[in-house]
Every structure is written in C-alpha cells, then in structure tokens.
C-alpha cells in the first residue's frame, strides 16, 4: 500500500521537467490526457503511453509514475477482460486498457511533478476563490500526514492482536473499524488544531493577500510549452488523417 | 536481553529506537540478521502470536484508542488474543483499579486528558499479562504524582519477573530505576551498559544527545562526596543534612 501511494505524492527532485512553469506542467499534462482520449489505435496510444514515460524518465520520476501504471495495471487488466468478454474484440479491449493507464499516468505525471506551492499559484491564477485553494492544497499537503498516522494506527492495533487477514468479507471490514476510528478523530482533532494556528497568524486579515513566489514564464518554458503544442497537433493530425478512424 | 532484564534504551530523535522496538513483535523484519524471540525466530510467526508475549504501549495514545468506551478499549486486545470471559472481567478490573481509571469504565476513551489515555494504553497492555512489556516514551505528558506511580508500576512489573523494555528521552525517571542501558545513535549501539557508568561518560552522552542526570551532575560538582551516586532525592538530602551535622559537631 504504502509503495503505491507514492504514485501521486510530490517528491522534491532536480529535473528539468520540475524546473517549468507549474502551468506548463499542467498544460504538458493535459495534452497527454487529450491524446489519450483522441487516440483511436493501440500503435496510437502505445505511442501516447511512450510519451508520457519518456516525460517521466527526463523528470527523473519512472518508478514513481511505475507505481501509478502498477496500480492502475489492475483496474486496466479488469477493463481489458470485460470488453475482451462482451465482444468488443482483442484490439478494442487492448485499446481501452491502455487509454486507462494513459489517462491515470498523465494526471499522476502533474502531481508526482508539482509541488503543493505551485498548485496554490495556478489554482490562484485560475481566479479560484482563495478559501477553496486553501482547502484544497491542505488536503494534498496532509495526504503523506494521514498515510503515516495510518500505518502507525495499523502498528498499534496489530500489536494489540488484531488480524487483518482473518476471517471472511464481513469480518475483514470490521477489522478496519479499530484502524478508521482513531484515523478520522485525529485527522479532525488536526483540522481543528490548524484553524486555530492559521487564524492566530492572520489567514483572511487581508482580503488580497501577497505571495513570497510568483509564477513567471521564461523562455525555457515558452520554448517547452510550445514544441508540446506543436506536437499535440502533429499527432493529432497523424491519428485522423493517416489512420482515419481505423480501429 | 535476557528475561526478567530491565533495559532502557536512549538516543537521540531518529537513533532508531522505535524502529528496534518494532522488531520485537514482528511488526517489521530484519532484512539482515536475525530477532528472536523467546527462541523464535520473527519471521516464521506473526505479529498477533508475537504480541501475545510481546506488548507494546506505542508513544500516543491517539493512535490506538477507538472504542465507545474505556471498558471495551482494554477488552479488546484479549478477545483477539480469544481469553474465556471470566478472564478478561478479572483482568479488566485488576487493570482499571491499578491505573486508576475505573470511574471512566463507561466513558469514551477520546475524552480522557493526555495522560489518562497514556494510562489507558498501558492498561490495555498489562491486562493481557505479556512476558515482555515494552513502553515507549511512557513518561510524556504525565505529571509528577503519576510518573512516581510508573516507577511503582515498574517496581511491581520487574518483581513478577517481567522483562521490561523501555525507550524514553527522560533521564531523571530512568536514574532511579538503574536498569541496563542502551545507547542508540544513528541507527546503532553505541553503548550498553549498566546507567552509572554510561551515564559518567558525558562524550558519550553528548554525541547520542542525551543530558546527564540532575542528582548525578550534583554528585560529580561535589569535592567531598559518598562512595557511589545519589539514586533519589532522599540520598542525597539525608547525605547533606549527615554533612551538615557533621560540620558543626567539628
């Protein structure tokens, strides 16, 4: 569990993916989320699927975003046998698989990628109401908090004799009341906490406030946002004229 | 560590003393080496056999407490470990009287104060009887009178022959106690030991980060002074009021 989670958790990594325009993340993001959806071929969405590897490997963050694909791998194997099942043909089901792991590992390449600070500035950029921002960065920022107090809660209980393991479905889920119990009262008693300390230092005094770190684009990341345009639409050219909706 | 030892272990934050205290009940295996314990190696058993023999009171109490009510919290462990009914309410009441708590019987855990949940967690520990009891950090967030009634506890656990763990930062409660001692720093032993001769060693202590004791700073300032340290703070006031007496019959 907890090596999987890594898959869209932040790390802290010196790449020249990381260094861009937390916009131009996104926007490299989302085009690979367009071309997911947009490809029509499994040679088009294995290329879309090497693409995306290929931007992990330069940001330094294959094993990460392998995690991701892992995970993902397990739904994808489900899709695969349903549509397999119900007829819609190997190269269909082969299709939809790879859309799905195209579509998880393009969003999970953001966040493995973008730090909660630079969330905070294009989510601000987007004009989104300051509180939501707020809220929203703080639930990405306690993501790893919670994951610890989790497997310090399953520790605790385990060494109180509790089996997760055992017994049938019904049993195993009430195996996780001793684990969910102190997990939530503590995330609560930790929101609470935070109120506090933010409101003791000023949050919403100011109705504008600054910010220490601005976003600005160089021509590093023009140049990077641009090529990856230019690439959207050669591809996308390629997958409807060349391949014409063949499957 | 032998049974019926009584060791401490000390270091700094991140010396891995909680990472070694996980070892002990198979909540992690060794990767390199081995653990054994009771003459079984972790890795062939699991945690919940381990635990039986094993208890840990973990640091915070947060992490552990879910029940609707104290009585249950502590029923817990020993339903898991399958103890007949009669058991468990006499092990209940033994442990609810000892820690003091048998007024909150029906009470949420989560509304206890800080140091009656760190009693709580102890209390869910002892009632299941395990050979070797393990506390980390026990002493936080508990006041003088209850610190003086672990160290009873501690007393009590190592009368019956218990082997008796502790990982704790806090020196002036280890002192008295005069367990084995274990220095850990970064992620090794760095000493082990009886606590009055670690506790001499100030390099030593420094470098794991952990200060001398009070009543051991006091006896080395002092030029005449007994034969071995004060281990209370009754040693050494009977020492002085000995010394003063002695000064005016000069």
Redesign the interface.
């Known amino acids: 569990m907890y090596w999987l989670s890594g898959g869209f958790v932040f790390r802290r990594v010196v790449s020249p993916f990381h260094k861009l325009d937390p916009r131009v993340k996104l926007l490299v993001s989302m085009e690979f989320f367009v071309l997911s959806l947009l490809a029509s071929t499994v040679a088009a969405i294995a290329l879309v699927l090497f693409g995306i590897l290929l931007v992990a490997t330069v940001a330094k963050s294959l094993r990460r975003i392998g995690r991701t694909i892992a995970f993902a791998g397990f739904f994808a194997t489900f899709i695969f046998v349903v549509n397999f099942l119900f007829g819609l043909g190997l190269l269909n089901a082969i299709l939809y698989s790879f859309r799905f792991l195209a579509i998880i590992s393009s969003t999970s390449v953001f966040f493995v990628t973008t730090s909660p600070d630079e969330l905070e500035q294009i989510m601000k950029w987007m004009r989104v109401p300051r509180d939501i921002v707020f809220a929203f960065v703080t639930a990405v920022r306690f993501i790893p908090v919670v994951m610890l107090d989790a497997f310090q809660i399953m520790d605790a209980q385990k060494s109180r004799g509790l089996e997760f393991e055992k017994g049938n479905v019904v049993r195993r889920v009430r195996n996780m009341v001793p684990i969910l119990i102190p997990l939530v009262v503590n995330s609560v008693i930790r929101s609470g906490e935070l109120a506090e300390a933010m409101e003791s230092r000023a949050y919403g005094s100011t109705p504008k406030p600054t910010s220490l770190y601005g976003m600005r684009l160089r021509w590093y990341d023009v140049t990077v946002a641009v090529v990856s345009v230019l690439i959207l639409i050669a591809v996308t050219l390629y997958i409807y004229h060349f391949v014409s909706f063949k499957v | 560590m032998g049974t019926g030892e009584t060791v401490a272990i000390v270091g700094e934050n991140g010396a891995g003393k909680t990472t070694l205290v996980?070892h002990t009940?198979g909540?992690l295996k060794p990767t390199k080496g081995t653990v054994f314990v009771d003459g079984v190696d972790t890795r062939d058993t699991?945690?919940?056999t381990l635990?039986?023999k094993v208890?840990?009171a973990?640091q915070?109490p947060?992490?552990?407490?879910?029940s609707e009510s104290v009585e249950s919290e502590v029923r817990?462990?020993m339903k898991?470990?399958g103890f007949d009914e009669e058991l468990v309410s006499q092990r209940l009441d033994w442990a609810l009287n000892f820690f003091e708590l048998k007024q909150y019987r029906k009470s949420s855990p989560?509304v206890l104060s800080g140091g009656e949940k760190k009693r709580l967690t102890l209390a869910?520990?002892l009632a299941?009887d395990p050979e070797v009891v393990i506390l980390d950090e026990p002493t936080v967030g508990q006041d003088a009178l209850q610190k003086e009634k672990l160290a009873q506890i501690f007393k009590m656990l190592q009368s019956t022959g218990k082997t008796i763990i502790l990982v704790s930062h806090d020196v002036e409660f280890l002192w008295p106690i005069q367990p084995r001692l274990v220095v850990m720093s970064g992620g090794k032993v760095v000493a082990d030991g009886e606590t009055s001769k670690i506790m001499a060693d100030r390099e030593l202590l420094d470098g794991a980060r952990v200060t001398q004791p009070q009543l051991l700073r006091l006896y080395s300032r002092l030029r005449d002074r007994p034969a071995s340290p004060f281990l209370n703070v009754l040693e050494a006031r009977d020492w002085v009021g000995g010394r003063r007496a002695r000064q005016e019959v000069r």
């Open positions: 996980r009940n909540l699991t945690t919940a635990s039986r208890g840990i973990f915070n947060d992490h552990q407490l879910f817990f462990a898991n470990f989560l869910c520990i299941w």
